[in-house]
């Protein structure tokens, strides 16, 4: 079976550039997570969805980054404009999610991203 | 604040002895705990979890102990294999919402 599957696996920009991260959740699963890992700060939840919707997004840095979920099957993580500091590996990782209950989130490989 | 943390950054092992990873964890309200391995260059992986109605759950060559009263996560790995060698998370889900919190990691070296 497919896991998450993440898009681009490495990506290198200038400062200033668009960035685009994409991500495909496990099929029939219906809650999707973006994550930063720095090896400053960690595995920082950034946003999650559920249903499609964004249920908390207290953890996206500034309004430099937004992420969308159009259909339970894919999402996009934008940073415009990039910054240096953004530069980490940025996973994607969906669980099933019922109410009550707790369930395991599985991750993509990540997208390791260099701003320059 | 609250958070998870992990006593030891790194803990080297002899192959074939066993492991333990430590995790503390401040928040009371948790109620799911995972463990994930994760690999160089790779995603974490999930080993395995456990509820807050247990305090011993058993997988293949792994355990996870959880002490609710002083609020301790364990991992021991049995017969530690070279395979074995990677950064340890230790992670829990707080009872409001699905949202999990990491710990910094432990990354274990095997030595052959």
């Known amino acids: 079976d497919a896991g998450v599957i993440q898009s681009p696996r490495h990506e290198v920009t200038e400062m200033g550039q668009e960035v685009t991260l994409r991500c495909k959740p496990i099929?029939?699963?219906?809650?999707l997570f973006w994550y930063r890992q720095t090896m400053m700060r960690g595995l920082e939840l950034l946003i999650y969805?559920?249903?499609?919707?964004?249920?908390?997004d207290s953890g996206m840095p500034e309004d430099r980054f937004s992420a969308k979920m159009p259909n339970a099957s894919f999402s996009t993580l934008k940073i415009q404009p990039s910054e240096p500091r953004d530069s980490a590996v940025y996973f994607c990782?969906?669980?099933?999610?019922?109410?009550?209950?707790?369930?395991?989130?599985?991750f993509g490989p990540g997208t390791r991203l260099l701003v320059l | 604040g609250e958070s998870v943390g992990l006593h030891l950054p790194t803990l080297s092992v002899q192959e074939g002895d066993n492991s333990i990873i430590n995790c503390a964890y401040s928040?009371?309200?948790?109620?799911?705990f995972i463990w994930y391995k994760q690999e160089s260059g790779k995603g974490p992986q999930f080993i395995i979890d456990?509820?807050?109605?247990?305090d011993k759950r058993q997988g293949q060559r792994v355990t996870v102990l959880l002490n609710k009263t002083v609020k301790h996560l364990s991992l021991q790995i049995a017969a530690t294999q070279p395979g074995d060698s990677a950064v340890y998370f230790c992670a829990e889900n707080r009872a409001a919402g699905n949202k999990l919190t990491f710990g910094g990691g432990t990354r274990v070296l095997v030595k052959p």
């Open positions: 928040n009371s309200a948790s109620d799911y």
């Open positions: 969805f559920n249903n499609n919707v964004p249920i908390d």
């Open positions: 456990i509820r807050s109605n247990m």
């Open positions: 099929s029939g699963h219906n809650s």
């Open positions: 990782a969906s669980s099933f999610t019922s109410t009550g209950s707790r369930e395991t989130q599985y």
